[in-house]
């Protein structure tokens, strides 16, 4: 396939970048500034906004499907996440792109109790901004035609755990669990590969 990944620079974005590339993919990092991306190996790299309907458009066009892993701390987070999700449903959309896989946040995901992970008692509340900011930008996603899947982590990252090569869908969100960037990147690119979840948000977690 042909795939072009936005917010390929971060985290995220490059191990779903390294895990297209490994399953023998052709992929278009997209990123604000290639310049300071030189590491980005056997990739096509390509400057892009992704709040930019005709930038998305521009990067898109001749790609079978995309994933997006964007964020932009340096602006209010629910002008961003709203801006973006408007973005690239309309410039896939007119690029001829129908598949987007969109990685997510645990907080704005069921926890146990039904309601979302970040209203339930003793949920840390500091980063409540920047979840509101996502849960608009879902909303948003909710309001396409485009097929998009919204992935999230269960809990957080683990950044500094060993790889499985495995994950599991998660009943609902669980502030415990941990899964390494490379295992969430599987995840990302079978719903990119071989779509199962539909106009939906779902969640994975460690094997």
């Known amino acids: 396939m042909n795939i072009v990944v936005f917010g390929a620079g971060g985290r995220a974005g490059r191990h779903a970048v390294a895990e297209a590339r490994r399953r023998g993919?052709?992929?278009?990092?997209?990123?604000?500034d290639p310049a300071g991306h030189?590491?980005?190996?056997?990739?096509?790299?390509?400057a892009?906004?992704?709040t930019d309907a005709g930038s998305v458009e521009y990067a898109a066009t001749g790609h079978d499907a995309a994933i997006s892993a964007a964020v932009d701390l340096s602006v209010p987070a629910r002008d961003f996440f709203t801006a973006s999700s408007r973005a690239l449903t309309t410039g896939l959309a007119k690029a001829g792109v129908r598949r987007l896989v969109v990685v997510g946040l645990a907080s704005i995901m069921p926890g146990a109790s039904g309601g979302p992970l970040m209203d339930e008692p003793g949920y840390p509340n500091e980063y409540r901004p920047f979840s509101l900011g996502h849960a608009a930008g879902l909303a948003e996603l909710r309001t396409s035609d485009l097929d998009w899947v919204y992935v999230a982590p269960a809990g957080d990252f683990d950044h500094d755990g060993t790889p499985t090569g495995r994950y599991r869908l998660a009943e609902h969100g669980d502030p415990a669990s941990r899964m390494t960037y490379a295992d969430f990147a599987i995840a990302l690119l079978d719903e990119t590969e071989a779509p199962r979840h539909h106009s939906a948000a779902v969640s994975v977690r460690e094997a």
């Open 48 to 50: 892009g906004d992704v």
């Open 25 to 32: 993919h052709q992929v278009t990092a997209v990123v604000r």
């Open 38 to 46: 030189g590491d980005l190996n056997d990739v096509r790299v390509v």
